[in-house]
């Protein structure tokens, strides 16, 4: 059952944020917000002095001092997607405009002017401290989370909070208002283009470029380019493929992020579940909590590359955006598993599942 709310939400100020929190100690931070009508990084900064410490998210001081710690369990999620990883991180690449995390099991793309607000958090749940650090965007929304785990060294947690804590340790933020991406218009007219395009690509990254020189949506793109390249799937196709791949024992990798930061898992999945809208993994350091009912649209895509065809699965929700990404697991340099690619091209388009229902 969902917890009963009922808060006077006028004239919020740090005080009414912290006494909303201790009346309702069970509603998770990001739904506690949301009621109030605030951003979650709002609600965290409302505890500065209470449990939370501003701190600075200087990554080239974050990211190395983490491999310190030990294993961690790092977490980035959207709106419907939640993407965590257990594990050491080990291998920082820093970037101004990108930085990358390569490690044996971490493996993220973080970009660093999207990390505005960050906080080390302490919190008590059931007499057991729980500690975190936490970073926003200018709008207070979640770009990634850091959990301590039973094995972290605490030592070296708290010696890196000391290195990034900064002297202004006042309650609150300001957030800056969301406006919305203008989307380019649909232009059929660059259909041979598009098509030209995609057949010579020599790398699967360069296929954002090419949206951008061409001012095309995505999800515009995969349909003008013909079901050489793409072609939509049913919903359900997502939850198909998360258990065909653990019961064949065929590795993946999936991406989830928002705009300041991408967690991609790469491996064999093993433990997958639903639970009402949920679809979850829960591997020993890999866990994934998709909403399926989010998916609005699910596509298979296939681009070339210097080894060959890469064949991606997507998830979109009903605004176009992406919420979750999969390939097959691959080394650089190699071609594409077929087994993975097998599988993606013939999970269940759409339409399909429903015919297949009426013929019976």
Known sequence: MTEAFSFDTSNLTAEK????RAENPKLRERDLAYKLGIS??????????HGVRRIRSEFDVFFPGLEACGEVMTLTRNESAVHEK???FDKFVKGRRAALMLGKVIDMRMFPDKWVHAFA????????????????????????KVHTRPDTNLEAWEEL??????????EGITVDTKVERTKFVRDDS????????WAAMTDVHQFFGLLQELELERQDALEMGGEE????????????????AAN???????FVGNHGCIQIHGGPVHEVKEMGPWVNIMDPTFHLHLRADHLAEVWTVRKPSDNGIVTSVEGYDKDGVQIIQFFGTRIEGRKENLEWRELAENLPRLGSIKAAGAAE
């Open 17 to 20: 944020i912290r006494q909303a």
């Open 40 to 49: 979650e990084g709002e609600l965290v900064a409302s505890f500065v002095g």
């Open 86 to 88: 257990i594990g050491v």
């Open 121 to 144: 958090v302490e919190k008590t749940v059931d007499g057991n401290v729980r500690r975190s650090m936490q970073f926003f965007d200018a709008h207070g929304d979640a770009v990634n």
């Open 161 to 170: 909070v000391q290195k990034l804590i900064v002297d202004d340790q006042s």
């Open 190 to 197: 660059k259909t041979d283009t598009l098509r030209a395009r």
């Open 229 to 244: 390249w793409a072609w939509q799937l049913d919903p359900s196709a997502i939850t198909s493929m998360l258990y065909a």
């Open 248 to 254: 064949q024992g065929i590795p993946i990798m999936c």
